[in-house]
């Protein structure tokens, strides 16, 4: 099948068990959710899937090829990622961090110029592009970020399999923002990328993820559609909170309510 298939995928890469037995699949179009508590391995995940960890044992497969015999350069052209603390600590413009996305492809100035323009419509960058990066803000390094993951992966003819991995994009971002890398999501996977996002505002992600992963000390807790995992009973056993769950007024998704 295309898009993203893991299965049975432990890591220890240092010495502990860091991942266990993590199986599922994600189409192309499709949106996955990452939820767990803090340090129960959704980062580390994420980075085992852009191969900054190494599995230890089972299979990562990216349209039915084994991640690990992608070579370097054509894994860069499928598979983004923007990472949770992101450190950059040159002066580069803004323009020139978002285009750093472009760097695996050869799709030529002109093509790349375009791209740049409708991601940072779309991420609402373009009043920064000429500020030096290192002067943004929290919010708006983060927006920047997201900017250069998405650049990357924008272009459908760019790669087969296209990939967008993004570790809590929204953390810093205020509500308008928020709803925007979510609209931005929407928009991508309706072309065809296939998105893990992980983050902690389940009702973020209740409406808009097609299947939630649930993490609990690197290992599987969870796996299904956004109802069949934001259950009161789980909130109890892996959050140690009580919550109400409504279906949402506008479109009856799981809306968490907790004090
Ligand atoms: N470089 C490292 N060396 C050793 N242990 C690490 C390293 N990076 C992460 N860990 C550990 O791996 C575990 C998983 O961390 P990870 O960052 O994947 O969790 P997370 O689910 O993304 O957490 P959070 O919600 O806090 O972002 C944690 O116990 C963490 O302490």
């Known amino acids: 099948m295309g898009g993203l298939a893991l299965k049975d995928v432990s890591a220890a890469p240092w010495g502990r068990p ?9 189409a192309p179009g499709q949106i996955l959710g990452l939820i767990g508590p803090n340090g129960a391995g959704k980062s580390s995940l994420l980075h085992c899937i852009a191969g900054g960890i190494p599995s230890s044992a089972g299979q990562l497969l990216l349209g039915g090829i084994p991640l690990v015999e992608i070579n370097p350069q054509q894994r860069a052209r499928s598979i983004a990622m923007q990472v949770q603390h992101s450190v950059l600590n040159f002066p580069f413009s803004v323009e020139e961090v978002i285009l750093l996305g472009r760097t695996p492809h050869a799709s030529g100035q002109t093509c790349d110029r375009k791209i740049l323009q409708e991601v940072m419509a779309a991420t609402d960058t373009t009043g920064l592009r000429h ?3 290192t002067q943004l803000s929290g919010g708006e390094k ?12 924008w272009r459908e003819e760019d ?6 991995l993004l570790d809590e994009p929204n953390s810093a971002l205020d509500l308008s923002h928020q709803r925007m890398v979510l609209e931005l999501v929407t928009l991508l996977a309706g072309r065809g990328c296939a998105i893990m996002l992980a983050s902690h505002d389940f009702n973020l992600l209740s409406p808009h993820a097609d299947r939630l992963l649930l993490l609990q000390q690197g290992t599987q807790a969870g796996y299904g559609r956004p109802a069949e995992v934001l259950t009161r009973d789980m909130f109890r056993t892996v959050f140690s909170v009580q919550v109400h769950i409504q279906p949402h007024p506008d479109n009856g998704a799981p809306l968490v309510i907790h004090q």
């Open 18 to 26: 860091l991942l266990r037995d993590i199986s599922f699949e994600l």
């Open 142 to 153: 983060q927006r920047v970020q997201l900017a250069r993951a998405v650049a990357q992966v």
């Open 159 to 164: 790669a087969a399999q296209r990939l967008l």
């Open 131 to 133: 500020r030096p990066y």
